[in-house]
């Protein structure tokens, strides 16, 4: 049974399938889910990923059921198993959005229906499906484009350094010390088909010649106490004028949102002509309806069947 829980659960032809898929219209794609349930099940809160899922689970034809993470309760109403046993049998899919991804492992160690993740600790690759679709309707392909990250190297910075490797891009990471992927995560993502990778602690170093500036607010959920060292650490890594004007003529801005405006990004370069937030927050369910209907295609799930 083939689960999405980090980018990489894709070989690089299945990548460029599901964003063929992203791309098709309902013509083609059909009504995969139709009778099928789809449980999305949200430790944390979320208005891109919980919007973005129940149309697209829609737009397949199938029933999305959202479920906060306490009604269900992990671990403390029942065991993770328990909970996906008995949902598996009421959908053809779950997804969830967890504190751990090690609660994902476990869903999917199971293989009753395919797991998908929303966002972990680790990785959040339905992002990254979203901003490589995005920068693919930019550059045609980013092959031997430059991809650069400033801000912490997070659960949203892995999943993208995964899907910009499998692409073939540059990756250039500005990253403030502490904060920075590791060698073994540098060689790691390297392996994976990136044209090359690199680190730096400084933002416009990064941004130097790149085709889209990513980043990400310094403060993400659940990081709430450590807000006052953070900001002081990122301190220098706010993407402005300067950090753009480094970058590729042209080049665009890309933050995965929500955004803090004079935090991580000023006003100018996120309301400006060469941000893309708003495609890429709307490509969130075009990366998400190709993914669901990828998983329809490996997993044998067509209309009809019953479980
Ligand atoms: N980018 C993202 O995952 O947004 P939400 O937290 O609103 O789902």
């Known amino acids: 049974m083939r689960h999405f829980l980090d980018t990489i659960d894709l070989q690089r032809k299945e990548l460029a399938r599901v964003m063929e898929l992203a791309t098709q219209r309902q013509e083609v794609l059909g009504w995969p889910l139709a009778d099928y349930g789809v ?22 034809g199938g029933h999305p059921i959202f479920t906060r993470g306490e009604e269900v309760g992990f671990d403390v109403r029942e065991t993770v198993e328990d909970i996906t046993r008995i949902m598996a049998g009421y959908h053809a899919m779950i997804a969830a959005r967890v504190f751990d991804h090690s609660v994902l492992e476990r869903m999917a160690s199971l293989n009753d229906v395919p797991i998908i993740n929303m966002l972990s600790d680790k990785s959040h690759p339905l992002q990254s499906l979203a901003d490589i679709l995005t920068m693919r309707e930019e550059f045609g392909s980013l092959k031997g484009k430059t991809v650069a990250w400033i801000g912490d190297y997070n659960n949203v910075a892995r999943s993208l350094a995964e899907g910009c490797a499998l692409e073939g891009a540059h990756i250039r990471l500005g990253c403030p010390s502490g904060y920075g992927a590791s060698d073994d995560e540098l060689a790691r993502i390297s392996a994976l088909g990136a044209a090359s990778i690199s680190q730096s602690t400084s933002a416009s170093q990064a ?14 959920m ?83 069947d019953t479980k």
């Open 39 to 60: 449980a999305l099940i949200f430790e944390k809160p979320s208005n891109r990923t919980r919007q973005s899922m129940e149309m697209a689970v829609v737009q397949l």
């Open 207 to 220: 941004a130097d010649g790149a085709h889209a500036v990513h980043t990400d607010v310094f403060v993400s």
């Open 222 to 304: 659940g990081q709430e106490s450590e807000t006052e060292r953070r900001l002081r650490d990122f301190a220098e890594f706010q993407v402005d004028d300067t950090v753009m004007a480094a970058a590729a003529t042209d080049a665009i801005f890309m933050h995965c949102l929500p955004a803090h405006r004079g935090v991580e990004v000023t006003s100018e370069v996120i309301d400006g002509p060469a941000s893309r937030v708003v495609r890429q927050a709307h490509n969130r369910m075009h990366a998400a309806r190709g993914l669901l209907a990828f998983l329809c295609e490996v997993n044998d799930i067509t209309k009809g």
